[in-house]
C-alpha cells in the first residue's frame, strides 16, 4: 500500500525544535506546580470575599477557568509524554546488574557466608529468600553471570498514570455536562404541572405529603409523588423525596425543600362578592382598589409568640395554623400585623367597603430543582480510575533488589531500588537479610 | 424549634465523664511524652501505655455517644472533632506499632496538637464569643440521612489525621535541623527519616482527601442537585487538596527536599484547620452544620 506523504508529518510536527521546546514547557512539573499553587491562591483569597455572588463569579470569570483549563492542558501534555518512558520501567526493567552498579545502588547489603558454597545452591537460597518476603523472584544469566532478580508492586508504576488520567476525564465529564445540561427551579402542590422546555418534558405532581418524625420539632420529611410525560407519554414516575432524587435519562428532579401554600377567601361584606386565592410565603393580596394590600410573610404550623411577642411555630404539627403579613397602605406605609387563624374571618374597612378575609385551608408545596447532567457516567468513571490511580501509587510501593554471589570473598551482594519509600526498602533488605542467615545456619 | 433528643441522665452521665477522664488521660501522656524527648527515656513506653489506655477510654466514649445518639457520632463540630482527634491517636499508635517500641519521638509531638485540638472543643467556646461548639445530642437532619454522609466524614477524618501527623513530623524536623546539636534535637530521627514518615502520612492523607472531595461531591449530588457548589468549605477542601498536591509533585517529580517541602506541609495543615475552624466561624455557607 502506498500513501501519499504530507509535506510535514505529524511527528516531524512535534520534534521540531521550538515547538518541542513549547511542548516540553507546557507538559513540564514546574508549570503544573505555578498553575496549582496559583489555583490555591486564588481561591484563597476569593473566599475571604464579602458577599457569595462576588466569590461565585470569581470561579466563573473566564481567567478562573483559564487557568484550570491550563492546567488540564499541562496535565494531559505531562501524562501523555510519560505513558512510553513509565511502561518501559514498569515492564521491562533491567534484570541483571554488575557488581559496581549495586554498590552504587541507594540501599545495599553484602552478606558474607560462613563457609564457601557453591552459587547455584546461595542464589536459590537467597531467591528463596526473597520470595518468602513475597516479591516476584528469578535468576537470570547474563554477561555478569546470574542474577537474583526480586520485585514487587509493579502497578506502583502505573498509579500516577491511572490518576492523571482519571482527573482528566473527571475535567471532561464536567465540561461535557455543562455543555449539554440545564437547571431550573420549579414547585408546586398536588395536581399541579411543571413545563420543562430545555428537556422537552413535563412534570405532574400527582399527590404531597408530609411524615413528621418522632420529635416533631425536627424538620419533616417531604414526599411528593410525580409523574414525568413527554409528549403525553408517560417516561418516568416515582416518588421524590430529600436524598431520594428521581433520576431518568440523565435527568434528576431534585426535592430542594417545601413550602406551606394557603387558601384564602376574600368577601366583600357589602356587595357579597367572593374570591378565592392560592397564596404562597411572601404573596401580596390587594384589599381594594385604592392599592390597600396584604403581604404575607411567614405560615406557621403550630403558631405561639414567646415572651417578646414575637411569633414561632412550636413545632412542624399542623395543631393552630396561622398566616401571618403586615398590611400596607398605597404608599407602601405598614399600617398593621395581620394573624389568619384557620376559619377566622379577620375584617378590614378598606375603600371598596368591608373586606372578611379567612383562612380556609393550607397544603404542602414542593420545590424542585430539575437537572440534566449527561456527564455523570464519565464523572464517575474518572473518579473511579482516580482514586485507585492513587491507591497504586501510595499503598503499592514498587520496589526492586538485585542480588550477585561473589565467590571469592563468599558474600552476597544485594542491592535495592524504590520507586518512592526508600524506609520500607531498608526494612524489607533487613528481613531478607535475616532469612539468609537463617537459613544459611541451617 | 430546639430540635435536640432526649438522652438518659445515666447515659449523659456515663458519656461526660468517660470524655473527661480520656482527655485528662491524654493530657499526662502528652506529659509522659514530653518528658521522653526531654531525656527521660524510661517513661517512652509508660506515655505509650497511657495513650494507649486513653485512646480506650476515648473509643468507650464514642460508643457511649453513638448509643445515646441512636447513630453514629459524625455532624457537628464536637463529634467531628472526637473522631478526628481519634483518628489521630489511631494512626499514630499505627505507627508506634510498626517502629516496635524504637523510637516514641513523634509521640511527643502529635499529643500536643491532640491537646490542642481538645482544647479547641472545650476551652475555646469560654474564650472566643463567636466559637459556639455545642455538646447536643441531635437528630440528623433528612438531608444528612444518608449513607454518603459517614463515607465523607469517615474520609475527612482520616484524611485530617494524616495531615496532622505529617505536620507533626514537619515541625520535628524544622526543631532537629535548627537546634541539631541540642541534646533534645539527638533525640529526633534522622532528618530524612522524618521527611520520608511526612511523605507517606501526606500521600495517605492526600488519598482520603480526594476520597473525602468526591464522595461529599457525590453526595451534594443527591442532596443539593449539584455536585460542585464553590461554597466555601468545598473550597477550602480543594485548597488544602491543592497544597498537598504541590508538595507531593514538588517532592516526587522535581525531587524537592528539606525546608521547602517542610514549609508546604505546614501551609497544607493550616489550610486543613482553616478547612474545619476558619470557614465554620469566619465564613458562611451552606456547609454551616459541619
Ligand atoms: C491536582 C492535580 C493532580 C493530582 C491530584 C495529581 C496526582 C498525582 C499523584 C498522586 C502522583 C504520584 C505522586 C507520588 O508518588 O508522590 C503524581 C505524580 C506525577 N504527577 Fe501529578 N497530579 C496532579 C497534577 C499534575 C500536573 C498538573 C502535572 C503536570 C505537569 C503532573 C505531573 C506528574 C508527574 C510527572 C508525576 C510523576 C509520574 C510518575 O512518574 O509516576 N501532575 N500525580
Redesign the interface.
Request: avoid cysteine.
Given at each position: 500500500m502506498h500513501k501519499e506523504k504530507p509535506e510535514l508529518s505529524f511527528k516531524e510536527l512535534f520534534t521540531a525544535k521550538p515547538v518541542r521546546q513549547i511542548l516540553k514547557f507546557l507538559s513540564s512539573?514546574?508549570l503544573?506546580?505555578i498553575l496549582?499553587?496559583l489555583?490555591?491562591v486564588i481561591?484563597?483569597l476569593?473566599?475571604?470575599r464579602e458577599h457569595?455572588t462576588a466569590?461565585?463569579s470569581i470561579?466563573r470569570s473566564w481567567w478562573y477557568l483559564g487557568i484550570m483549563a491550563f492546567t488540564a492542558l499541562n496535565l494531559l501534555l505531562c501524562t501523555v509524554r510519560r505513558v512510553k518512558p513509565l511502561t518501559r520501567q514498569a515492564l521491562y526493567p533491567q534484570k541483571e546488574q554488575s557488581a559496581e552498579a549495586i554498590a552504587r545502588m541507594p540501599v545495599k547489603e553484602k552478606v558474607v557466608l560462613a563457609e564457601n558454597l557453591p552459587a547455584e545452591k546461595v542464589l536459590a537460597l537467597v531467591a528463596d529468600a526473597f520470595h518468602r518476603s513475597g516479591l516476584k523472584t528469578e535468576i537470570t544469566t547474563g554477561t555478569h553471570g546470574k542474577t537474583v532478580f526480586a520485585q514487587k508492586g509493579v502497578l506502583g508504576f502505573f498509579g500516577s498514570l491511572l490518576s492523571h488520567t482519571g482527573l482528566l476525564i473527571i475535567l471532561v465529564g464536567?465540561m461535557y455536562g455543562a455543555l449539554t445540561g440545564f437547571?431550573l427551579q420549579g414547585g408546586g402542590i398536588a395536581g399541579d404541572r411543571i413545563s420543562v422546555p430545555d428537556g422537552n418534558f413535563a412534570v405532574r405532581i400527582m399527590d404531597v405529603w408530609m411524615e413528621y418524625?418522632e420529635?416533631p420539632?425536627?424538620?419533616p420529611?417531604v414526599y411528593s409523588d410525580v409523574s414525568v410525560t413527554e409528549g403525553g407519554r408517560e417516561i418516568a414516575d416515582g416518588v421524590i423525596?430529600?436524598?431520594?432524587?428521581l433520576r431518568f435519562a440523565g435527568n434528576?428532579i431534585?426535592h430542594?425543600t417545601f413550602r406551606y401554600v394557603s387558601d384564602v377567601i376574600m368577601h366583600n361584606v357589602s356587595t357579597g362578592e367572593t374570591s378565592m386565592h392560592r397564596v404562597w410565603d411572601r404573596d401580596h393580596l390587594g384589599l381594594d382598589s385604592k392599592g390597600l394590600h396584604i403581604h404575607f410573610l411567614a405560615f406557621f404550623p403550630n403558631f405561639a409568640t414567646n415572651e417578646e411577642g414575637v411569633p414561632?411555630?412550636?413545632?412542624?404539627l399542623p395543631e393552630n395554623p396561622v398566616l401571618a403579613g403586615i398590611v400596607y397602605d398605597e404608599k407602601e406605609k405598614p399600617q398593621s400585623h395581620v394573624y389568619l387563624y384557620l376559619n377566622d374571618p379577620v375584617t378590614f374597612s378598606t375603600a371598596d367597603g368591608e373586606i372578611e378575609v379567612t383562612l380556609t385551608g393550607f397544603q404542602n408545596a414542593v420545590v424542585y430543582?430539575i437537572?440534566r447532567n449527561l456527564g455523570?457516567p464519565i464523572?464517575v468513571t474518572g473518579?473511579l480510575m482516580?482514586?485507585l490511580g492513587?491507591?497504586l501509587?501510595?499503598?503499592l510501593h514498587p520496589r526492586r533488589f538485585w542480588a550477585l554471589y561473589d565467590q571469592e570473598q563468599a558474600a552476597v551482594l544485594i542491592g535495592g531500588r524504590s520507586y518512592?519509600?526508600?524506609?520500607m526498602l531498608e526494612q524489607e533488605l533487613e528481613q531478607v537479610v535475616k532469612e539468609i542467615t537463617r537459613r544459611e545456619d541451617e | 424549634?430546639?430540635?435536640y433528643?432526649e438522652v438518659s441522665p445515666l447515659g449523659l452521665a456515663v458519656e461526660n465523664i468517660l470524655f473527661t477522664i480520656a482527655a485528662v488521660a491524654y493530657l499526662l501522656s502528652t506529659a509522659g511524652y514530653l518528658f521522653y524527648i526531654f531525656g527521660k527515656k524510661k517513661l517512652g513506653p509508660w506515655a505509650s501505655y497511657l495513650l494507649r489506655f486513653s485512646f480506650l477510654l476515648h473509643t468507650a466514649f464514642l460508643v457511649t455517644r453513638t448509643i445515646n445518639a441512636g447513630r453514629i457520632p459524625l455532624v457537628g463540630h464536637f463529634e467531628f472533632g472526637n473522631v478526628f482527634i481519634w483518628a489521630c491517636v489511631l494512626f499514630y499508635l499505627w505507627l508506634e506499632w510498626r517502629l516496635q517500641g524504637r523510637d516514641y519521638s513523634v509521640g511527643a509531638f502529635l499529643t500536643p496538637l491532640v491537646v490542642l485540638y481538645l482544647a479547641y472543643l472545650t476551652v475555646a467556646p469560654h474564650l472566643i464569643t463567636k466559637i459556639n461548639i455545642s455538646r447536643a445530642h441531635k437528630?440528623l437532619?433528612?438531608?444528612l440521612?444518608?449513607n454518603w454522609l459517614q463515607i465523607h466524614v469517615s474520609a475527612s477524618v482520616l484524611g485530617y489525621a494524616c495531615f496532622t501527623l505529617a505536620f507533626a513530623v514537619a515541625i520535628m524536623w524544622l526543631l532537629k535541623t535548627w537546634l541539631h546539636n541540642k541534646a533534645f534535637a539527638r533525640n529526633l530521627p534522622e532528618p530524612?527519616?522524618l521527611e520520608?514518615y511526612m511523605?507517606?502520612a501526606s500521600?495517605?492523607g492526600?488519598?482520603f482527601q480526594?476520597?473525602m472531595i468526591?464522595t461529599g461531591?457525590i453526595w451534594a449530588?443527591?442532596?443539593?442537585?449539584?455536585?460542585?457548589g464553590?461554597d466555601?468549605k468545598e473550597?477550602?477542601a480543594?485548597?488544602t487538596w491543592?497544597?498537598f498536591?504541590?508538595y507531593l509533585?514538588?517532592r516526587?517529580?522535581?525531587g524537592w527536599r528539606g525546608m521547602r517541602t517542610v514549609m508546604l506541609v505546614i501551609v497544607g495543615w493550616v489550610?486543613m484547620v482553616f478547612t474545619w475552624v476558619g470557614?465554620a466561624w469566619l465564613?458562611?455557607?451552606i456547609h454551616s452544620f459541619g
Open positions: 512539573m514546574q503544573g506546580i496549582l499553587l489555583l490555591a481561591s484563597v476569593a473566599t475571604l457569595n466569590i461565585q470561579y464536567a437547571e418524625e420529635d420539632t425536627v424538620r420529611r423525596a430529600i436524598n431520594q432524587p434528576t431534585y430542594t414561632y411555630s412550636k413545632n412542624y430543582t437537572t455523570r464523572l473518579a482516580f482514586v492513587l491507591y501509587s501510595f499503598f518512592r519509600s526508600r524506609l | 424549634m430546639t430540635g433528643l437528630p437532619q433528612p438531608v440521612q444518608s530524612l527519616i520520608e511523605y507517606r500521600g495517605i492526600f488519598l480526594s476520597i468526591i461531591a449530588d443527591t442532596s443539593w442537585g449539584r455536585y460542585w464553590w466555601p473550597v477550602w480543594l485548597i491543592f497544597v498536591a504541590v509533585h514538588a516526587f517529580t522535581r489550610a470557614v465564613l458562611t455557607g
